[in-house]
Structures are given as structure tokens and as C-alpha cells.
């Protein structure tokens, strides 16, 4: 099993432009999750899903949307991106409510 | 502010000393979750507790429901545990979403 993949590690994008997040499990965990990390904070949980089909707001949703059209992949979108949007994404995936997190490796994204 | 506390903030120890790091939350949980990210920036959990004490290898966790409490400790330290160790628990009542701390940057020094 790969577990979270997630992609690009890193990218570079400049005011305006859009992007997407790629995540993806393989490990058939309904539960999905977005998460940003910004220094010296905690994760903040911007979009999960609770299975295909299914996606909810979490803490910090503006500016980024998903979408869940499989139990695998999770995309995270960008569309007008913003400097207040760089941070260190992060995917997760969990087999239910409240149980372990599985984490993808993190993007990096900077916007100039 | 958070609802998660973490102490230290940054901790620096010799090889083989004895660590602590604490969490604290502010309302009842049905489990918490300790998580250590690697200075590679890849996060892996660690632990799911709800109640007394889980040991794996040389990292024990405990909890204390009554006073809202949890510890990390790691026993005979190596450069190898260097790392951001990270409490998190739902705290939403009904809600499983996760409230993170903002870590505990450990370094330990050979």
C-alpha cells in the first residue's frame, strides 16, 4: 500500500493563478481531510469528506474548494490563489470518525 | 487561542535523557492523538488514547481524563526522536474533527 499520496511536493504559484492539490489513498478510508499548516500554528482543517460524493467545511474553507467523485482521490482546489495562501498543505485520510490519521507527505506551496 | 496546549514550545536535551511533553485541552474527549512530524515535514501518528497509558518501543503516552491532561515521554533518547511532536483531540462535542496544538519542537543533541 502507498498509503496518502499527495502532489506536487512543491510548487510556486503567482497571485491570481490556480492550481490543484492531488491527493489520493489507497487504503479504502472513507475519511478525507485538508489540512494547512502555517508556523507556529496548529492545523487548521480547511475541507474533509466523509465518503465519495460527500465534502464539508471545516475551520478555514475560503478560497479553496474539493470535490470527492471517488473513495481514492480528494483534490483540493485553488482558484484565485492568494499570499495568505501559502502555507504547507496537508491530506489525511482516516478508516472512520475519530480514528488514526494517515498523512500524505505535504505540499509546500508558495504564492509570489 | 487554542484549545490544545503544548509544553514546551521548542525542548533541547542530551542523548539518553528522559522527555516529557505535555498537552492539555479544555473540554471532555473521547481519545487524543499524539503525532510526530519529521524534520521532512511527513507527519505519522503516533498514538490514540482514551483513558490510562499506551507504550510503544520507547515512547509511552498517558491520560488523565479528570484533569485533562496528557504527557508524552520518550525513555533513553537518540538524535533519531528529533522532531515536532503534535497533541490533537476532537473538541467539538459530537465531532470528530481534530483540534491540533502547535507542537513541541524536540532536538536532541549527541
Known amino acids: 500500500n502507498a498509503g496518502v499520496t499527495q502532489t506536487p511536493k512543491f510548487r510556486i504559484l503567482k497571485i491570481g493563478q490556480s492550481m490543484t492539490l492531488q491527493c489520493a489513498q489507497d487504503?479504502?478510508?472513507?475519511?478525507m481531510y485538508w489540512y494547512r499548516q502555517d508556523p507556529g500554528m496548529g492545523l487548521k482543517l480547511i475541507y474533509y469528506?466523509?465518503?465519495?460524493?460527500?465534502?464539508d467545511k471545516g475551520e478555514v474553507p475560503n478560497g479553496y474548494n474539493v470535490s470527492r467523485s471517488t473513495t481514492e482521490d480528494f483534490p483540493l482546489r485553488l482558484e484565485l490563489a492568494a499570499p495568505s495562501q501559502t502555507s504547507v498543505y496537508f491530506c489525511?485520510?482516516?478508516?472512520?470518525?475519530?480514528?488514526?490519521?494517515?498523512f500524505g507527505q505535504g505540499t509546500r506551496l508558495t504564492v509570489v | 487561542k487554542n484549545e490544545v496546549e503544548q509544553s514546551p514550545q521548542n525542548l533541547t536535551a542530551q542523548e539518553g535523557e528522559f522527555i516529557t511533553i505535555n498537552c492539555s485541552y479544555s473540554v471532555g474527549i473521547s481519545a487524543l492523538h499524539w503525532l510526530q512530524q519529521h524534520p521532512g515535514g511527513g507527519i505519522v501518528s503516533l498514538f490514540m488514547l482514551s483513558s490510562g497509558k499506551k507504550k510503544h518501543g520507547r515512547l509511552i503516552a498517558t491520560i488523565n481524563i479528570q484533569e485533562k491532561h496528557s504527557s508524552l515521554h520518550i525513555t533513553a533518547s537518540h538524535p533519531r526522536d528529533s522532531a515536532v511532536y503534535i497533541c490533537?483531540?476532537?473538541?467539538?462535542?459530537?465531532?470528530?474533527?481534530?483540534?491540533f496544538g502547535t507542537g513541541t519542537r524536540l532536538t536532541i543533541i549527541p
Open positions: 490533537a483531540a476532537p473538541l467539538d462535542f459530537g465531532n470528530e474533527k481534530l483540534t
Open positions: 487504503m479504502n478510508h472513507n475519511y
Open positions: 469528506s466523509v465518503g465519495a460524493g460527500i465534502t
Open positions: 489525511a485520510s482516516s478508516l472512520g470518525q475519530g480514528l488514526e490519521a494517515f
